[in-house]
């Protein structure tokens, strides 16, 4: 038994050193992107040379996909929807250092989004801006802030506008948000599972969505449905890191590393502007500039004090979100 | 596992076939496997928190609520089961129609559907655009997205449960019973209280308890019919899944033991129930 490991050992650093290796990728990302990695993950097998790539994609709730990575659930590359996640993953289970989001450009997010409206056809209550969705009778629908990554971007997003709105401050964001959630009829676990609500159902006059996702549903049943840009929104940051313990248990970091450079190549760049993502590449963003409107965006690291801070203040247990639910508050 | 047997000093000659002690040892091995080690790793993980944290985590008005929602709403799932389950079960024993077999097969559906399927095809038709749902928009009338879509997607899961509980007990108590009643005096309301009614009620309530325990347990097919606002239509081991989502395993398991610990009283209490139903006869 051990002669036969130790020949097998042999031959695999044989073909090694030989010829090109098989290299299979592991890439956990959150809801969204499944056409997104489709597309870039057959690009990058094309262009790469070194070894011969497979990137296999999970999807699921950014929440969930930490989770799951968290108790062993092997990933070569984090791909989710805010950093806050990718900080548990280095925090719970030290699989990469704390400082990952410093070790590419851009804060190590190759893309952005945002949060957009996306309305029924003909936009029957003449939604325009974020105090549109608060008047009397109007049902909003948006994921659980508690599970969902877009949901936290969208929470933060309403924050941001009622803050910045002249004479707004932090109580009375707390008061519009509180108040926005009491338009809410159905918190779904997920992005996807509130589109689905929204279009398939038939609930609610207002979707708070991903751009993408909007996009996506727009592509998919034309007609149906319009993109409302509000006044003001926020830059959302999907990050994307390679998980060190887990490609040097694997092997598989030079491609790892390499997959997520080219994420920053023009190639990549103009699938993601195709895939509705916004490149960070300035020229290719101007090429798409139609598809994606200039409007105010505030930042969490600017406007919330970065991740952690926004984590704990709003949706931690007993924070800003579980106590806009508490009777009597 | 025979050693464990042999040190229990039980009279032997009792039991006519042999193997008391290989399989008694069998059975504390299994059962310590499969369900006691588990059990005592999810009561194990809230000790971290210490006895404060445990109730800080346990005592919120969120929890609560939802443990009120997922508790009440089984209990009356398990009743309605209850109710309708002896009558489905009456009609397919006692009489004989086309299509019986058929209709006796789709009793096992809930069982077999995954819970997801469940919930998407109840919530596709309670939703407000949907064939049920829309029918009841004109009275006012909401069921997915409110609890009362909760305790729709609880009834469809226990009511086999209820069912396939009285079948075999209905079958071996026979007519005769009936007709012994009638030809004393009795008449058919009487008939049916004082006498199918209590020989039937170990069934029926052992029927209740596993709609019961089934519907606090129910996760996949409620969230999708539920609409889980907090503090109104939020079941507790949604609260669960949220808090293992924030990375929070002690205040999950938190949740996790106190559901435990109050199915087990209920389930006891049940239990002793149908054992004093059973000796009163």
């Given at each position: 038994m051990k002669r036969l490991f130790s020949l097998l050992i042999a031959a695999g650093l044989l073909t090694g050193t030989a010829a090109q290796a098989d290299v299979t990728l592991l890439n956990v990302s959150y809801d969204p992107t499944r056409e997104l990695y489709k597309d870039l993950g057959a690009a990058f097998a094309a262009s790469y040379k070194a070894d011969k790539v497979t990137i296999n994609t999970s999807n699921g709730g950014s929440g969930a996909q930490a989770r799951a990575v968290i108790d062993?659930?092997?990933?070569?590359?984090l791909t989710l929807a805010l950093a806050a996640d990718i900080d548990a993953v280095s925090k719970n289970a030290g699989l990469l250092p704390g400082d990952w989001q410093k070790r590419l450009p851009d804060n190590s997010t190759p893309y952005t989004s945002t949060i957009v409206f996306l309305v029924r056809k003909g936009n029957p209550w003449k939604i325009k801006d974020w105090n549109d969705l608060v008047k009397q009778g109007i049902q909003v629908v948006t994921p659980n802030p508690k599970t969902s990554g877009g949901a936290r971007w969208a929470y933060l997003a309403a924050w941001a506008y009622a803050e910045k709105t002249?004479?707004?401050n932090a109580q009375k964001a707390k008061a519009f948000v509180a108040n926005l959630y009491k338009h809410v009829p159905v918190l779904d676990t997920g992005a996807r599972g509130s589109t689905t609500t929204f279009t398939k159902r038939g609930i609610g006059d207002v979707l708070l969505s991903w751009e993408n996702e909007a996009h996506l549903a727009l592509k998919e049943t034309p007609g149906q449905y319009e993109i409302v840009y509000p006044s003001h929104s926020i830059l959302a940051e999907p990050p994307v890191a390679v998980v060190d313990k887990n490609v040097d248990r694997h092997k598989s970091r030079a491609a790892a590393e390499a997959f997520v450079k080219f994420l920053y190549t023009p190639a990549a760049q103009e699938i993601e502007a195709k895939d509705f993502y916004r490149p960070r590449n300035p020229e290719i963003l101007a090429k798409y500039k139609s598809q994606f409107p200039n409007i105010p965006l505030a930042t969490v690291d600017g406007d919330f004090g970065g991740w952690q801070k926004a984590q704990s203040t709003h949706?931690?247990?007993?924070g800003i979100f579980d106590q806009i639910y508490q009777p009597g508050k | 596992m025979s050693a464990i047997g042999l040190k229990i000093p039980l009279p032997?000659?009792?039991?006519?076939?042999?193997g008391f002690s290989l399989s008694l040892g069998f059975t504390l091995f299994y059962l310590a496997g499969i369900v006691l080690i588990p059990l005592l790793a999810l009561v194990i993980r809230p000790f971290e928190l210490g006895w404060d944290g445990f109730w800080a985590a346990i005592s919120t008005p969120r929890v609560l609520a939802s443990l009120r929602l997922s508790f009440g709403m089984s209990a009356f799932a398990a009743v309605i089961d209850s109710v309708f389950g002896f009558i489905v079960a009456w009609v397919l024993v006692r009489y004989r129609f086309p299509g019986r077999g058929f209709l006796d097969a789709v009793i096992d559906l809930p069982f077999a559907l995954p819970t997801a399927v469940a919930g998407i095809a109840l919530s596709t038709l309670y939703a407000p655009n949907g064939w049920i749902g829309s029918l009841l928009v004109p009275y006012g009338i909401r069921i997915a997205y409110t609890p009362w879509g909760v305790l729709v997607a609880m009834i469809f899961i226990g009511l086999p449960f209820s069912v396939r509980t009285l079948e075999p007990v209905l079958g071996e108590i026979g007519q005769e019973v009936e007709e012994a009643a009638a030809t004393l005096g009795a008449t058919r309301v009487q008939t049916i209280t004082k006498v199918v009614i209590p020989m039937l009620m170990p069934a029926l309530l052992t029927g209740a308890a596993m709609a019961f325990a089934r519907g606090v347990g129910e996760y996949g097919s409620v969230i999708f019919i539920a609409g889980n606002i907090p503090m109104v239509s939020e079941i507790a081991p949604l609260l669960i899944v949220t808090k293992l989502e924030q990375f929070d395993y002690a205040g999950a398991a938190a949740i996790g033991v106190v559901m435990l610990a109050a199915s087990f009283i209920m389930l006891l209490a049940l239990n002793g129930l149908q054992a004093w139903s059973a000796s009163r006869r």
């Open positions: 062993g659930l092997q990933a070569d590359i002249p004479g707004g949706f931690a247990d007993g | 032997r000659s009792r039991h006519v076939l042999p």
